[in-house]
């Protein structure tokens, strides 16, 4: 299909083939990425995309759903099956949308939400400055101890006695240790507020049973469905049977039109996809991966947020190597090495120029990835660091760099052929 967009515009194709080869040529580190496999990549490009389906299976605003209708409940089905919830919305266009679909349900504006302050790890619909979330409600976020960089439950349970939020938010979007989830449903319980749980960067660890899911002890769970969960790009919210039809009501007509169909389907194929014995165990191997290349960047002298990891991801703390976030970032992707700038807890500096890396593995473990090139890529990353401003060596890793993504394959589908050939 991809080849034919060759005849018919040859500009965004030639655009196309230039990214797979980019995204083919490079190491992403990036944890929020990862490669979804030919059959999550051909449902999102199918002729679901043409159908509008406003509302809910049996109860749609349009004509001729005796096909989405199946497809939707199919998805909800075996998302309700792998998060063992009592009810799924599969609509959400993205993360941040399910976020505020799931207080509009929820709480009323001007109310109190707690969620994990940015700086510390937090995501921004978590009550960010920036973000509507702190301008619809009242937000007070909760910071991570700065000595340990981990939660501290004792400090957020008197945060929450003190201000008394209607709504509790557990979960990061960087954040390196396993969250625990039961203390946050207690915190929420103990003061009469709704606990919303986002695990949006885990959701894969969870379903593979790597870390305790929050459904037990959140009132509602959102989620993307394309982090380490390796589908589509969308979002998700779980909830108890008792909060069904406010969620439902929040993401239509609350807050969406119609749902993106090719979407729903896609989110079906990749949760068959993780219901597998093969997720499960490429899901541990995604934390194996995370915790070599910890080990190994410890013993380069790096500082790591927390001390290390429990997740897919790594938090470099960079102010005992004395270079900026954004200037190794930039470093490492001349040298074809693709990861972001943080903020680490703590940090003087501000969130454009912060002092910390975030890195993570979801991406390479896919392309097959294991313990001894997890080290190799600390090993770069090193290197990197310590020749910043010599371009001749970032040159010489950049081909070190390629030879290793050429014996790693990303998933066939990505190589998009050069249309001289
Ligand atoms: C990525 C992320 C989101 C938002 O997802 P988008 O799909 O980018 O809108 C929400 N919450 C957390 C914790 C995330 O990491």
């Not at 490669?35 to 051909?42: C, D, Q, T």
């Not at 899911?213 to 969960?229: E, F, I, M, N, Q």
């Not at 470099?316 to 490492?332: S, W």
Request: aromatic share 6%; charged share 20%.
């Amino acid at each position: 299909m991809v080849n034919a967009l060759e005849q018919y515009d040859p500009q965004i194709y030639e655009l196309m083939r230039q990214e797979a080869a980019r995204q083919s040529g490079s190491i992403r580190l990036i944890p929020s990425e990862n490669y979804v496999s030919k059959a999550v990549m051909l449902a999102s490009g199918s002729c679901l995309t043409n159908k509008y389906a406003e509302g809910y299976p049996g109860k749609r605003y349009y004509e001729g759903q005796q096909v989405t209708d199946l497809i939707e409940r199919m998805a909800r089905d075996r998302v309700k099956k792998i998060f063992k919830a009592d009810h799924a919305n599969v609509q959400p266009y993205s993360g941040s949308v399910a976020n505020l679909a799931a207080y509009s349900a929820l709480i009323n504006p001007g109310d109190t939400i707690m969620g994990l302050s940015l700086v510390h790890g937090g995501h921004l619909t978590h009550g960010w400055k920036v973000s509507v979330t702190s301008k619809f409600y009242n937000s007070v976020p909760y910071p991570v101890d700065h000595e340990t960089g981990r939660l501290d439950f004792d400090h957020i349970a008197d945060l929450a006695k003190k201000h008394k939020p209607k709504v509790i938010v557990s979960g990061a979007t960087a954040y390196p240790r396993e969250i625990d989830f039961e203390k946050f449903g207690q915190i929420a319980k103990d003061i009469g507020a709704y606990h919303i749980s986002d695990i949006a960067h885990i959701a894969g660890l969870v379903v593979a049973g790597i870390h305790k899911s929050p459904v037990p002890y959140a009132d509602v769970v959102s989620t993307t469905s394309h982090k380490t969960l390796r589908g589509p790009r969308g979002g998700m919210l779980l909830c108890k049977a008792e909060h069904a039809e406010k969620i439902d009501k929040a993401v239509f007509p609350g807050l969406q039109g119609g749902p993106h169909m090719h979407t729903l389907t896609a989110i079906a194929v990749a949760m068959a996809e993780a219901d597998t014995p093969e997720f499960v165990a490429y899901a541990k191997q995604v934390v194996k991966n995370a915790k070599a290349l910890a080990d190994k960047l410890l013993e380069y002298g790096f500082n790591l947020v927390s001390g290390g990891t429990d997740n897919h991801l790594i938090l470099i703390d960079l102010r005992n190597k004395n270079i900026p976030g954004r200037k190794l970032a930039k470093a490492l992707d001349r040298a074809r090495i693709v990861t972001n700038y943080n903020t680490v807890p703590g940090d003087p500096a501000p969130p454009s120029n912060p002092s910390g890396l975030r890195i993570g593995t979801p991406a390479i473990t896919t392309r097959g990835m294991r313990e001894p090139e997890a080290e190799q890529v600390a090993a770069f990353i090193n290197k990197v660091v310590e020749n910043i401003d010599n371009e001749t060596v970032i040159e010489e890793l950049e081909k070190e760099v390629l030879l290793l993504c050429s014996q790693f394959p990303v998933p066939d589908h990505f190589i998009i052929p050069n249309k001289n050939h």
